[in-house]
C-alpha cells in the first residue's frame, strides 16, 4: 500500500520566520495530496490541497508545491505567527473514482515563538 | 463544526469489551472514511464506505468491522478491546464522485481500561 513519509517530525520557528514540512509518498498512483492541520484536542481540519495535474497552489500564507516525478511535495507557511502552532499532517490518495485509500503521513509539530 | 457528527465523545470500558461507534457525515456526503489516533500518533486509516459499500480497506485489525447503513450514517465495531485500542477513533466524510476533500468528525476518545 501506500506509504508517506513526513519530515521533520518536530519544527520550532520564529514569529515572522517561514516553515517548509516535507512529504515523499511511495505510490506513483497517487492523484490527491491534502495537508491538515491539527490543534491540541481537536479534530484535523483541511488547510490546503493539490492534484496531481498541478505543481503548485498557494492560499495566502500558505502554499503547496509537488513534484511527481521525486514523489514529493511540501508544504509552505510563510510570516509564521503563533496561531499557526499546531500539528501538521500531509495525506497522499491513491484511488480512482470513489475507492479511496487515503495515507497520513506521521505529522509534524509546530511550534512558533512569540 | 465541519457537519460530522461523532458519538459517542468519550467512552470508557474494560479489556474484552466491544463497543460501537457511530458517525453521521455531512449532508449529501456519500462516503465515510475511519481513522484511529494514538496519543501523539499520526491517523491510521482504517476502512472507507461509499454509498453503504467498502470501498478500502487500510490497516484494520480483524477485531474491528465497520458498515455504513440506508440513511450513510456508518458505525464502526471494535471487540475484544485490548489496552492498546486506546485512541482517539475519527470519522471524516466526502461528497465523493471525484470530491475527495474530508471533513473530520470531533472524534471519540475511547480508553479501555
Known amino acids: 500500500g501506500e506509504n508517506v513519509e513526513q519530515h521533520p517530525s518536530t519544527l520550532s520557528v520564529q514569529e515572522g520566520d517561514s516553515a517548509v514540512i ?9 492523484n490527491y495530496f491534502p495537508w491538515y492541520k491539527q490543534e491540541l484536542g481537536k479534530r484535523p481540519q483541511l488547510i490546503i490541497d493539490i492534484r496531481s495535474n498541478v505543481g503548485e497552489k498557494k492560499d495566502q500564507r500558505i502554499a503547496v508545491t509537488l513534484n511527481k516525478t ?6 509552505h507557511i510563510t510570516e509564521t505567527q503563533p496561531e499557526d ?28 515563538k512569540p | 463544526d465541519s457537519g460530522v457528527t461523532q458519538t459517542p465523545k468519550h467512552l470508557i470500558t474494560a479489556t474484552g469489551q466491544r463497543v460501537t461507534l457511530r458517525c453521521s457525515p455531512r449532508s449529501g456526503d456519500l ?39 440506508p ?15 486506546s485512541a482517539l477513533y475519527f470519522c471524516a466524510s466526502s461528497a465523493g ?12 476518545r475511547l480508553l479501555v481500561l
Open chain 1, 70 to 75: 521525486a514523489k514529493h511535495f511540501s508544504l
Open chain 2, 71 to 85: 440513511d450513510l450514517h456508518s458505525e464502526l465495531n471494535l471487540s475484544s478491546l485490548e489496552l492498546g485500542d
Open chain 1, 22 to 30: 516535507k512529504c515523499t509518498y511511495s505510490d506513483s498512483a497517487s
Open chain 2, 31 to 69: 462516503s465515510v472514511y475511519w481513522y484511529q489516533q494514538s496519543l501523539d500518533q499520526g491517523l491510521q486509516f482504517l476502512i472507507h464506505y461509499y454509498n453503504g459499500e467498502e470501498r478500502a480497506k487500510g490497516n484494520i485489525l480483524e477485531r474491528f468491522s465497520a458498515q455504513q447503513f
Open chain 2, 97 to 108: 464522485q471525484g470530491k475527495e476533500t474530508q471533513y473530520f468528525g470531533p472524534g471519540t
Open chain 1, 85 to 112: 502552532s499546531a500539528v501538521y499532517f500531509c495525506a497522499a490518495r491513491k484511488g480512482v473514482g470513489n475507492n479511496n485509500d487515503m495515507r497520513f503521513g506521521a505529522g509534524t509539530r509546530l511550534t512558533v
